[in-house]
T-cell receptor, first 114, second 114 residues
Framework: DSGVTQTPKHLITATGQRVTLRCSPR?????VYWYQQSLDQGLQFLIQ???????AKGNILERFSAQQFPDLHSELNLSSLELGDSALYFC?????????????FGPGTRLTVT | GDSVTQMEGPVTLSEEAFLTINCTYT??????LFWYVQYPGEGLQLLLK?????DKGSNKGFEATYRKETTSFHLEKGSVQVSDSAVYFC?????????????FGTGTRLTVIP
């Protein structure tokens, strides 16, 4: 158990819909990362937050947005969903935003868009 | 930009065989290098890491050496077990980018048969 929790575990929704994925980091970790794992794109970085502020952005679509709240939990919002958004979404957390601090990964949310 | 190229899988080995999974990288700065492992149905776990040239990371019998001259970080294990069956990801983080998000290779699925 990494200490990172993600809800829900599975999500099935239709094209055009909007969903919210939630992540609670390990106690004491200030930085949260979102990654997408899909069959065609592999595992890719979406976005990073540190202590409530956006820190880095990767290959995140404009239809996707995220935020980190004062209690440090984070939410990833996916809207106007397409079939290609079906993937496993991982959240990770680390103590700091830079350096080689280990990132601890949650179990993931499997999103299926039908 | 930063990228990781990883040996294509899948790899099937008999128990007690020697394992090598190749990984090479491209980075603008001086990255930290990681191997993560993903067991079926689980999130990623850090297996080992190396933060500078010639460092050797090791854990659970796995080893990898940071080779700057060949930009490589190959994963090795002398004698694999059935319990090592998983997907292995090579990754880097590059502080030159100002953040420490991870760039992943495509992953190599290892199956160890008794």
């Amino acid at each position: 158990d990494s200490g990172v929790t993600q809800t829900p575990k599975h999500l099935i929704t239709a094209t055009g819909q909007r969903v919210t994925l939630r992540c609670s980091p390990r106690s004491g970790d200030l930085s949260v990362y979102w990654y997408q794992q899909s069959l065609d794109q592999g595992l890719q970085f979406l976005i990073q937050y540190y202590n409530g502020e956006e820190r880095a952005k990767g290959n995140i679509l404009e239809r996707f947005s995220a935020q980190q709240f004062p209690d440090l939990h984070s939410e990833l919002n996916l809207s106007s969903l397409e079939l290609g958004d079906s993937a496993l979404y991982f959240c990770a957390s680390s103590v700091d935003a830079a350096g080689d601090y280990e990132q601890y990964f949650g179990p993931g949310t499997r999103l299926t868009v039908t | 930009g930063d990228s990781v190229t990883q040996m294509e899988g899948p790899v099937t080995l008999s128990e007690e065989a020697f394992l090598t999974i190749n990984c090479t990288y491209t980075a603008t700065g001086y990255p930290s290098l990681f191997w993560y492992v993903q067991y079926p149905g689980e999130g990623l776990q850090l297996l080992l890491k190396a933060t500078k040239a010639d460092d050797k990371g090791s854990n659970k019998g796995f080893e990898a050496t940071y080779r700057k001259e060949t930009t490589s970080f190959h994963l090795e294990k002398g004698s694999v077990q059935v319990s090592d069956s998983a997907v292995y990801f090579c990754a880097l983080s590059d502080e030159q980018t100002g953040a420490n998000n991870l760039f992943f290779g495509t992953g190599t699925r290892l199956t160890v048969i008794p």
